[in-house]
């Protein structure tokens, strides 16, 4: 599956479907930090703006491990929420500049994202690392700790979901899907 990631011109995200102006405020409201590069003053956590980036933070997409190959091996991202879309790196950019205000000892973030926000921001950052190269994971053991949260529905995907984007070093056992292990096998190799 890496392969067709690392290899696409460019890979589209799909949010789903949106009924309402939700996400022109929250993609133009990711536009707006992007444009002011870091030079953003955050509004106040009863701003109403809040709400549409809540619902963009809350997308399950961004919770979802095996997403996280799409987009770190991709050349080009594309993310489509409704009939609106935005460049992935433009969106990344925007998330973490929102959630490093949340370090900020002045941070004025609501409550509603940073709980929201924590898949999307630690997703944005293993982006940044890998697209500026910072380098690759090298171990397994760091890269479950860093996906630790995101969800899957087979227990082995949380091993397998990952395979793809590790250097496989002398620390990193070689490991191949097969479904007809049991999780604890997986996870024993």
């Known amino acids: 599956m890496s392969d067709i990631y690392r290899q696409a011109t460019k890979v589209l995200v799909w949010l789903g479907p949106v009924l309402s102006d939700v996400v022109a405020k929250a993609f133009n409201m990711c536009r707006e930090i992007y444009e002011r590069n870091g030079m953003y003053t955050v509004p106040p ?66 409550f509603a994202v940073r709980k929201s926000g924590g898949c999307a921001f630690r997703l944005a950052l293993f982006w940044e690392g890998f697209s500026h190269g910072r380098g690759e994971i090298r171990s397994i053991f760091s890269f479950l700790a860093i996906t630790r949260g995101f969800d899957c529905r087979d227990d082995r995907d949380q091993i397998y979901g990952l395979l793809g984007l590790i250097t496989h070093t002398t620390d990193t056992p070689s490991i191949e899907p097969d479904y007809t292990r049991k999780s604890h096998q997986v996870y024993e190799d």
Not at 56 to 84: K, M, P, Y
Not at 95 to 110: D, F, G, K, Q
């Open 45 to 110: 956590s009863n701003s109403p703006i809040w709400v549409p980036v809540i619902a963009l933070l809350e997308c399950s997409w961004f919770r979802r491990l095996w997403v996280v190959q799409e987009v770190v091996l991709a050349r080009s991202a594309t993310v489509f929420w409704g009939d609106q879309d935005i460049p992935w790196v433009l969106l990344t950019e925007a998330i973490c500049n929102v959630m490093r205000e949340e370090v900020s000892a002045s941070s004025t973030l609501p």
